[in-house]
């Protein structure tokens, strides 16, 4: 029994030295998104919050609704990117299981369920995710229209 209680307080000890590498990770953290025709770029940091947005005078010639459409579709892309660098940060200096991983792991599964289907979203279904696993070549920018990573 107090061999338990030594090893729950060395982990805990162990767990809160790394907590000041994790609140830098977590605030290094960028997202950025490209929209289809490369005329505006979004930046977010880890929790989706816009850093930085940049729009090209081309992107003002499609109009009102098409602009707001298509700054709304990058900050989101943006936002995603952000969120799985996150959880790999937050996975590699915590491990997989920690339940901060766990909590951040669940949160990006439920944010990428309302943005990719809205619909199954607002049912109550969930996407099935391994949040710990970034898709191949981590982007630092993504085009949202195409799918293409650019390092």
Known sequence: MID??????????????R????TAAIDA?????????????VETDSTG????IEISETALTGGARKL????L???NAAELVAKRKAVQSVAELLGDDDPITLQLGAELSAREATLTHPAAAA??????????????GTPSETSISRGERKQ
């Open 4 to 17: 338990q209680i030594h090893d729950d307080v060395r982990a805990n000890d162990e767990r809160a030295a």
């Open 68 to 71: 707001s459409r298509e700054i």
């Open 49 to 52: 919050h816009v850093t930085g």
């Open 19 to 22: 907590m000041p590498a994790f």
């Open 29 to 41: 953290v960028r997202g950025v998104a490209v929209s289809a025709a490369r005329d505006i770029r």
């Open 73 to 75: 579709q990058t900050i």
């Open 123 to 136: 049912s109550g279904a969930t996407a099935t995710i391994d949040p710990t696993r970034p898709a191949p």
